[in-house]
């Protein structure tokens, strides 16, 4: 093993990365960007780190690691939370479970392939990246929207026209929700397509009493 290869590997346990990217490597090390890809790359041939995508690497102890814990490393450097269908299905408000992995971002829009799985990332305005939180996992940290956020997140990018979503709904039950706050939430937005269509389809009675 080189000696580059082993600075690495020195490096990343005394910084405790978990998940990292090239260029992580690269401010820590001093390393150039193809001396640093190059050693990567070996330390992955060696099974001792996995890569998940062109340019970011996941340590290999940590294999079993939540692909949500990926989301906001795929959009560095801005910011991303897991919302839409996937929040809303962590949190029971839909019986729908996506296997792909559903998120937003004030960056670009796009589809990512990784190893972890499949992620669909749509764009929010900057004025918009509110309403999540972060959640500590066995490995680290996912940020996700609270469950009413996740709903009006939808709500919107399916109210813009080729965004590709469908409106949020439900099989014959109530909605798991706090209406007040999903009111709340819907003026931040200060979109009216979006109050329309909760003045016309959630009416108090079918929410579940909080």
């Known amino acids: ?12 346990q005394k910084n405790d990365l978990k998940i990292f990217r090239t260029a992580d490597v690269m401010t820590l090390t001093g390393l150039q960007p193809s001396s640093a890809t190059h ?16 340019g970011l690497w996941l340590s290999e102890p940590t294999q079993d690691i939540s ?3 990926l989301l906001p490393f795929l959009t560095t450097p801005w910011p991303a939370y897991v919302s839409l269908y996937s929040a809303l299905s962590q949190y029971s408000v839909v019986e729908e479970v996506p296997h792909i992995i559903y998120g937003v971002t004030s960056g670009r829009p796009g589809k990512i392939q990784t190893l972890f799985g499949s992620f669909h990332l749509h764009h929010l305005p900057d004025r918009l990246m509110w309403g999540y939180e972060t ?5 680290g940290f996912v940020p996700i929207a609270e469950p009413e956020k996740a709903f009006l997140d939808l709500a919107y990018l399916a109210l813009i026209p ?3 979503l469908e409106m949020p709904h439900k099989r014959g039950r109530k909605w798991k929700l706090d209406a007040k706050k999903l009111w709340i939430c819907a003026k931040k937005f200060k979109f009216k397509p979006l109050e329309n269509f909760l003045k016309k389809n959630m009416r108090p009675h079918i929410f579940v009493s909080q």
């Open 1 to 12: 093993m080189s000696v580059s290869a082993v600075h690495i590997l020195h490096v990343l």
């Open 39 to 54: 050693a990567l790359q070996r330390l992955t041939k060696q099974h001792l780190l996995i890569k998940v995508k062109r």
């Open 67 to 69: 692909a949500h814990e």
């Open 135 to 139: 959640k500590r996992t066995l490995h």
């Open 162 to 164: 080729r965004s590709g």
